[in-house]
């Protein structure tokens, strides 16, 4: 019944006709009634697609071999052609819908799994176009499933989910949520006794090895339950003089024997095995490692030494011919250079980036920042003195054991900056930047080298930031940032600069800005943001950056921020207090919100007093 009859009806049953004329057409206007009003009806009313149902989420990649990820699945159960929105939680809090670069479709599965809405509808574009068969489809025999990775340790996840129809329609109701709970982060693995090593050389003649043949280390451990505890996977490392490089890595799951384990490895710093070589072993899993003490092979030029006289030699102890000037108050007169003097090595010296197994010492690739063992910082009190701070086991909550490192004098200087290892430079009122190397633990009694006067000019920057290994970030007064490096950051050598380059505008808005080394660089914005900025050429200067991504919020709040590099970050607080926080993908590419901590690291700091930390 339309309208027009509709009014007929209504016209007839008031005029003066039969009762039971009247009493058909009263049944006849109520049913074109209800007719009219569901015509009236939107559309949403009259046909809403159906609830999508049979949600599950789980927990799906191993806690000691990846970072934890949740794979999801539900079904749909409306009939005609649809797509999907999806709301879900992390704690309680509602994330975004976009799940670009930190999700996957499920493959490789017993299960067989649909992946249209991942794609189409959970990447950033919730729009109703384009209308394609892949955006929209009716396909209820198999579940819609997929991973989501870039998750916090020991958090719940909850996620449901609507359909939506080429009209725009959207199902009455969410699906029911259905909830994971990722498990908390992994242990160290236990510790490792040193490896055996065992060198196995090239020869040439007939019937036995040819020369192109290379020199191998045969590296042997043992595993035990301490030490497979929390265990991942196991690193071959080898000291390139600067720095430990994994070069080989190897599954447990894998090995024919899990207690007595072996690597045959080569190198191409091996040579022809005559020179000596350090390795060890070590036991990792996704956020953590732990490393053996070194074992050495001695080459054949050479009878075997211990490994204390291999290291005194290494570190340069009683080396005739060379001399250094060594002013154990930093403020004392500016002395003249000393001449080159090679940093000393230690027996426990760690990467300042944790390289990638296979990696040489030109390319070492980024890999999720190691636990450290300890950090040193430095601050300088309302005296004048320089204090020492040395932070071990920093994630297990401990406080920083504090020492006198100077008396007097560091109240002349207007900043304390890193330059690598266990030097740092000192900028004074004039402009004057100076060096010093501190080494309490290995000589006490001349535990200083400088000041010495390595650069002059420096007064106009308004910032300058210690980037490891000699780089120097500065920040000039119209906001540029300029890179300068020194090569002779680790002997004090004023020579060896190369700079400055202008990197790029715009830096001088920043609230905080600092190094964690490597060319990374983390700034705090004005509304509290913390930023990831990379640096890609830090070794040359070129002006090439990666993509600024967040990585934090509600960072303005401290009244500092260090870094004691490989993503570790200090804050302290206006009350004092100090905080640890890790950057688990500090190096990486794409690095995201994922972080040990807060951990508490002490209080009784006093915020106007500049903290400056060692990058390692």
């Not at 067989?112 to 990447?123: D, E, T, V």
């Not at 004392?332 to 990638?356: E, K, N």
């Amino acid at each position: 019944m339309n309208r027009k009859a509709f009014a007929s009806t209504l016209i007839a049953v008031r005029s003066g006709m039969p009762m039971g004329v009247k009493r058909a057409s009263l049944v006849a206007l109520l049913a074109g009634f209800l007719a009219l009003a569901v015509l009236s009806l939107p559309a949403q009313a009259r046909d809403r697609p159906g609830t999508p149902n049979k949600g599950f989420a789980a927990n799906c990649g191993y806690i000691e071999t990846a970072e934890p990820a949740i794979c999801v699945e539900f079904m749909n159960t409306a009939t005609e052609k649809v797509g999907f929105l999806m709301d879900w939680t992390e704690n309680g809090t509602h994330m975004s819908s976009d799940l670009s670069g930190r999700a996957e479709c499920i493959t490789r599965s017993a299960q067989n799994y649909g992946c249209m809405a991942l794609p189409w509808w959970f990447s950033g574009n919730t729009n109703l176009k384009p209308v394609t068969a892949a955006r929209f489809n009716s396909q209820r025999e198999f579940p819609e499933a997929f991973k989501i990775k870039g998750l916090l340790w020991d958090a719940e996840y909850c996620f449901r989910f609507r359909a939506i129809d080429e009209d725009g329609v959207i199902s009455a109701l969410y699906s029911g949520f259905t909830c994971a709970h990722t498990p908390a982060a992994p242990g160290p693995p236990g510790a490792l006794d040193p490896p055996k090593l065992t060198g196995i050389r090239p020869s040439s003649g007939e019937g036995v090895i040819g020369g192109a043949t290379p020199f191998k280390l045969l590296v042997e451990w043992h595993s035990s339950p301490r030490s497979s505890a929390n265990l991942g996977w196991y690193a071959v490392e080898l000291w390139s003089g600067t720095q430990w490089l994994p070069i080989e890595k190897l599954d447990p799951a894998r090995a024919p024997d899990p207690v007595n384990l072996e690597l045959l490895v080569t190198h191409s710093k091996f040579g022809n095995g005559d020179d000596r070589q350090a390795v060890r072993v070590c036991a990792l899993n996704v956020v953590a490692r732990t490393c053996s003490r070194e074992s050495w092979y001695y080459g054949s030029l050479k009878p075997k030494q211990t490994a204390v006289s291999e290291l005194k030699r290494l570190q340069g102890v009683a080396r005739p011919g060379v001399s250094t000037t060594v002013s154990r108050n930093p403020a004392a007169q500016v002395l003249l250079p000393p001449g080159p003097v090679s940093p000393a090595i230690s027996a426990t010296a760690r990467p300042s980036a944790y390289a990638a197994v296979g990696a040489t010492d030109a390319s070492p690739q980024p890999q999720p920042a190691p636990a450290p063992a300890s950090s040193i910082f430095y601050a300088v009190d309302a005296s004048g003195a320089l204090l020492r701070y040395v932070h071990d086991t920093p994630e297990g909550g401990t406080t920083p054991d504090k020492s006198l490192a100077a008396a007097e004098g560091w109240s002349a200087y207007t900043d304390v900056i890193p330059a690598g290892g266990n030097h740092f430079y000192a900028r004074t009122g004039a402009g004057d930047l100076v060096w010093f190397q501190h080494s309490p633990n290995d000589d006490p009694a001349n535990a200083w080298k400088g000041p010495v006067v390595v650069a002059r000019g420096w007064q106009t920057f308004t910032q300058i930031i210690g980037g490891g290994n000699g780089v120097i970030y500065a920040i000039a007064a119209d906001g540029a940032i300029v890179w300068y490096r020194h090569g002779g950051f680790a002997t004090g050598d004023p020579g060896g600069w190369v700079g400055p380059n202008k990197l790029a505008d715009g830096w001088g808005d920043f609230k905080f800005i600092f190094s964690s080394g490597g060319g990374v660089i983390y700034t705090v914005t004005q509304d509290n943001r913390l930023m990831s900025n990379r640096h890609l050429d830090p070794v040359n200067g070129a002006a090439a950056w990666g993509k600024p991504v967040q990585v934090g919020n509600g960072w303005g709040a401290f009244a500092q921020l260090f870094s004691a590099g490989n993503g570790v970050i200090y804050g302290l607080a206006t009350d004092g207090k100090l905080t640890y926080y890790r950057h688990l993908s500090w190096n990486a590419p794409a690095p995201t919100f994922k972080w040990v901590g807060p951990v508490a690291a002490g209080d009784g700091f006093d915020p106007a007093a500049k903290l400056v930390a060692l990058l390692r």
